[in-house]
Antibody, heavy 119, light 107 residues
Framework: EVQLVESGGGLVQPGRSLRLSCAAS????????MHWVRQRPGKGLEWVSA????????GYADSVRGRFTISRDNAKNSLYLQMNSLREEDTALYYC????????????WGQGTLVTVSS | DIRMTQSPSTLSASVGDTVTITCRAS??????LAWYQQKPGKAPKLLIY???NLETGVPSRFSGSGSGTEFTLTITGLQPDDFATYYC?????????FGQGTKLEIK
């Protein structure tokens, strides 16, 4: 059974940093690209970032480029999102999601970790 | 960046109805489009990938069509479980933007 478990969320002051983690199990992690998607309270889905299976290809939303860094450790079956210079508008539920592999789409999602940026 | 626009934003329908949600891209995404369903407090669920391919386990009353810049998600014979919010997302080039969502409500 595929499982994605996010962690690392919490309350943080504006300008500070936070690192999210996603522990993956139930599939061959290093065969798949992975994504971070967020959802602000009461709002729609916003794609944040993606990383290819071998970390060669990285993508970011305009709203986070230069502040957030996606990475993965295939030996640990883990995905990360380093979030620096956090802003109040980064307050959201952050989902980790598995790419369907070549066909476009994320077929498995975690339950999300909540990040609240507030002074 | 490619902008994805869904219509309508809200849709009221009854059990048994057939409904269609449209997603338009600001430039061609070929067939690199996915549709998701999301219920309150839950993670999104993949319904359709590559514009028209039904994800495993998704009921056949869901179907997707289109290519280029215009796509549709059709639900034929609405069931009570289908009332949710639906999102499209392109996958042709970063950033992989979502549409703003369509909330399907019970009439």
């Amino acid at each position: 059974e595929v499982q994605l478990v996010e962690s690392g969320g919490g309350l943080v002051q504006p300008g500070r940093s936070l690192r999210l983690s996603c522990a993956a199990s139930g599939f061959i992690f290093d065969d798949y690209a992975m994504h971070w998607v967020r959802q602000r309270p009461g709002k729609g889905l916003e794609w944040v970032s993606a990383i290819s299976w071998n970390s060669d290809s990285l993508g970011y939303a305009d709203s986070v480029r230069g502040r957030f860094t996606i990475s993965r450790d295939n030996a640990k079956n883990s995905l990360y999102l380093q979030m620096n210079s956090l802003r109040e508008e980064d307050t959201a539920l952050y989902y980790c999601a598995k790419d369907i592999s070549g066909d476009g789409g994320c077929d498995f999602w975690g339950q999300g970790t909540l990040v609240t940026v507030s002074s | 960046d490619i902008r994805m626009t869904q219509s309508p934003s809200t849709l009221s329908a009854s059990v048994g109805d057939t409904v269609t949600i449209t997603c338009r891209a600001s430039q061609s995404v070929v067939s690199w489009l996915a549709w998701y369903q999301q219920k309150p407090g839950k993670a999104p669920k993949l319904l359709i990938y590559k514009a028209s391919n039904l994800e495993t386990g998704v009921p056949s009353r869901f179907s997707g069509s289109g290519s280029g810049t215009e796509f549709t998600l059709t639900i034929t014979g609405l069931q009570p479980d289908d009332f949710a919010t639906y999102y499209c997302q392109h996958y042709i080039t970063y950033p992989y933007t979502f549409g703003q969502g369509t909330k399907l409500e019970i009439k």
